[in-house]
């Protein structure tokens, strides 16, 4: 026998089927109610829409959906979808959301790492906010020790002189205080 859906699943599912509507302004309105009644499960259609919409309205609607997110299983669910390609082009400004959530980050230090080493100036700095903005995290030493290696390789083959890799250098400054204190 099939489970029934329960009530939460079916109003996600009606909100997302709204999210996905023609009228912007409904899809708007799906976003503040997926603000109630949605969880993780909602981030990556959010997102989908998000590069889906030529609507700076929605977009920026999403962009605050992020910016107030309170779960606490949210940064198991994001960090891969950044590292998803089709969301390429918004990672800098999910970023930008995630250390204005003020959620903990400290378990995907790793993955903080490699996104600034792969993305572009803003991807980078953004990753850095993070990274700094994380205050007594529950950091894994394997966590930073693998984010020492990612950084020291690196630089190891990247020598230049960039602003980029001034922001990188500081992140590996941050990766290894953090080491010391550990």
């Given at each position: 026998m099939a489970q029934e859906l329960s009530g939460k699943q079916k109003k996600i599912i009606e909100?997302?089927?709204m999210l996905n509507s023609k009228d912007?302004?409904?899809s708007i309105h799906a976003v503040s109610r997926l603000k109630v009644h949605g969880d993780e499960s909602v981030l990556e259609p959010l997102l989908?829409?998000?590069m889906a919409t030529k609507s700076d309205e929605l977009k920026n609607e999403i962009l605050?959906?992020?910016s107030e997110l309170k779960s606490t299983k949210a940064p198991a669910v994001i960090m891969p979808l950044l590292k998803k390609n089709k969301f390429k082009d918004a990672q800098?400004?999910?970023?930008?959301t995630m250390w204005n959530?003020?959620?903990d980050y400290s378990q995907n230090i790793t993955d903080l790492c490699e996104i600034a080493i792969d993305g572009d100036?803003?991807?980078t700095f953004e990753c850095f906010t993070i990274l700094d903005n994380i205050n007594d995290g529950d950091f894994l030493e394997t966590d930073i020790n693998d984010a020492n290696i990612i950084l020291k390789e690196y630089f190891s083959a990247n020598q230049e002189d960039s602003q980029?890799?001034?922001?990188?250098q500081d992140m590996l400054s941050i990766v290894t205080a953090i080491n010391t204190s550990l």
């Open positions: 909100l997302l089927t912007e302004k409904e989908d829409k998000f605050i959906f992020f800098a400004l999910i970023l930008n959530s003020g959620l100036f803003m991807v980029k890799n001034a922001i990188l």
